[in-house]
């Protein structure tokens, strides 16, 4: 484009390149391309060379040998002077905190309890929670360019308990309907609030929550990988069109941390059809997921 810098003849330049800027963080891969170039390598070569389990960052330099960390904030870890293009900050063995203890924050079951009861599924309504899948990395942005990964994940899908598919005529493949008409959304407070304000009744009584619909259409998997009376969900659509998991999710924040609660919904779930998969093995497949 016209930009200097950016004349790459491959993607080990890229990934050299980046190594700069990975400096001080926790993607820190620095070091490997300072050794590698000491060994007159390319970093993909050196990092080829270790294999399918390759090495976890932050990489550090130790007696001369690259050395990956398992896990941040472990006090156990020896550090010991920093070596070369080693750097070591405080979160490798403390968190960010005066006292290098984390801090963490809880809502107390009184101050839930009146929003849950107000929540929980009622009737035919069963709960729908959402999450990810191991084969598609975070939000899906680099993989749904990849044939293997759409074929695997064509489309959405969801998973439903057989005590719960079976009264509702839904099979693996079939095409279902999950309705939500009770989205509950908040629509003020929090700001100033004193006393009990913050409660869900207290937010209600003040006018500050209001309803909402949603829904989305998925795939079924009808497996006993989830419990009677719970649904799971892809919480994004891999077709990149149409309505997510979250559409049936309630958006009233945590008053302590200000989260939604993403992964907190509820519908009706109904069969609307088969998908085009369901008897086909092209695309995607109904075994269980938890099958090793």
């Known amino acids: ?18 190594a700069r800027f990975s400096r001080g ?17 390319k970093g993909h070569e050196l990092l080829r060379e270790m294999g399918t389990t390759g090495i976890q ?5 130790v007696d001369g040998q690259l050395v990956g960390t398992k896990r941040l904030h472990d006090t156990t870890l020896e550090l010991g002077p920093p070596q070369g293009p080693t750097v070591h900050p405080k979160w490798l063995t403390h968190f960010d905190t005066h006292s290098g203890k984390a801090v963490l ?5 009184e101050w839930f309890s009146d929003f849950y009861e107000r929540i929980k599924p009622r009737g035919d309504e069963l709960w729908v929670t959402n999450g990810r899948v191991n084969e598609v990395w975070q939000s899906a ?5 990849k044939p293997y990964m759409r074929q695997r994940w064509p489309d959405h899908f969801i998973e439903i308990h057989p005590d719960d598919a079976g009264p509702r005529g839904i099979e693996s493949g079939d095409e279902v309907l999950i309705v939500n008409d009770d989205v509950l959304i908040q629509t003020g407070g929090f700001s100033i609030a004193k006393g009990d304000d913050f409660l869900f009744t207290k937010l209600q009584e003040k006018g500050l929550i209001r309803q909402g619909r ?16 719970v649904l799971f969900a892809n919480f994004l659509s891999p077709r990149w069109h149409g309505a997510a998991a979250n559409s049936v999710v309630h958006r009233v924040p945590d008053p302590i941390t200000l989260r939604y609660r993403f992964k907190l919904g509820k519908g009706r779930v109904s069969k609307i059809g088969e ?18």
């Open 275 to 292: 998908s085009p998969y369901k008897r086909s093995f092209d695309e995607m497949t109904f075994k269980p997921r938890t099958i090793i």
């Open 141 to 145: 942005f680099d993989d749904m360019r």
């Open 105 to 109: 924050n809880k809502s107390p079951w």
């Open 57 to 61: 960052t932050p990489i550090r330099l």
């Open 214 to 229: 949603g829904e989305f259409t998925a795939v079924a998997i009808v497996t006993d990988a989830v419990r009677q009376g």
């Open 1 to 18: 484009m016209g930009f200097k810098g950016y004349d790459w003849k491959e993607s080990n330049d890229v990934f050299e390149g980046a």
């Open 25 to 41: 963080g926790m993607l820190n891969y620095h070091p490997l391309v300072v050794v590698a170039r000491q060994q007159g390598k």
